[in-house]
C-alpha cells in the first residue's frame, strides 16, 4: 500500500488535475496519444516503484491529455506476466489509478481468433473472459479500502460501454465483433490442442493480457470496456506457424480504425 500511495502521489505533483478515464494502449493505438491536447508526458522508469515494460514497441510512459473534453491517461506499454512480473507487479499501475480515483478504465490488446467467423483485422469488443493463466493478482491480503475480499465477476465489462461502442461503430461505418476473451500466460503461442480447448471452453479469441488487469479493476469497483484487435488466426485453423511479425503487420493496417473507433469512444464515455 505505501509503494501504491507514494507512486500515485509522484503522478499527482506531474498532472494537477483530475482524470476522466484511463486507457491501456495495445498493439496498433501506441499513437493514440498525438491526437491528445495538451499532452504530460511521465517514463514509467521515474515512478517510483512503477513497473518498466520490456517489450519491443511497449513505450514506458504515462501520457495525459485531453481527447476532446476528456481529461486521459493513456498507459503507452503494458506489463506482461510473462516479462517475469508477477501478478501484483503487472497490475500495479491499475492499483495506482484505483488509488487516484479513476473509475473507467478501457482495455485494449492484440488478440488471436479461436472463432473462426473472425478475421485478421477484426475489432472485437470482449463481452467477458476466461482465466487460463492460472494466476490471480488477487490472491494474497486483500485491502479492504480497494474492494472486498470476494469481488463479484458477473458483468466485468459494462454493458452500457459495449453498447455504446456498437453505436459508435455504426455511425463511423465500422463493423465490430464480439466475444469472450481468453488469457494464457504465453510468451509462446498456443498450440492448436489448446486452441480447440478454448473453442470448447466458449471462447472466442485469446491473448496474454488484459485479464489481470481486469480484475484488479473491477475489484476496485472501476467500470471497464474491453477491445479487441484481431491479428491473426490462432493455431491450427490456418496451416501455417505464428508469427509476431504478422501481429505487428496487421495492427498496422488496421491502426486507423481502432484510432478512429477508440477516439469517438472515449468522447462517448468518457463525461
Known sequence: MEKIK??????????NDDIDLVIVLGSGL?????IASDCIEIDYKDIPNFPVSTVVGHAGKLIYG???????????GRIHHYEGYDMKEVTFPMRVFGYLGIKKVILTNAAGAVNESFNPGDIAIITDHINLGMRN??????????????????????KEFRDKVKLVADSL?????EGVYTYLTGPNYETPSEVKMVRILGGDMVGMSTVPEAL?????????????CITNMAAGILDKPLDHKEVLE???RV?????????????????
Open 173 to 177: 461505418g465500422l463493423k465490430v465483433q
Open 6 to 15: 507514494e507512486a500515485a502521489e509522484f503522478i499527482k505533483s506531474k498532472i
Open 216 to 228: 484488479v479493476a473491477r475489484h476496485m469497483g472501476m467500470d471497464i470496456l474491453g477491445l479487441s
Open 66 to 76: 485531453k481527447i476532446g473534453d476528456v481529461k486521459t491517461l493513456m498507459m503507452k
Open 255 to 271: 491502426k486507423n480504425d481502432m484510432m478512429k473507433l477508440t477516439e469517438a469512444i472515449i468522447k462517448e464515455i468518457g463525461k
Open 250 to 252: 496487421v495492427s498496422e
Open 30 to 34: 501506441s499513437d493514440l496519444a498525438d
Open 137 to 158: 493478482p488477487l490472491i494474497g491480503k486483500n485491502y479492504d479500502e480497494f474492494g472486498p475480499r470476494f469481488p463479484d465477476m458477473s458483468n466485468v465489462y459494462k
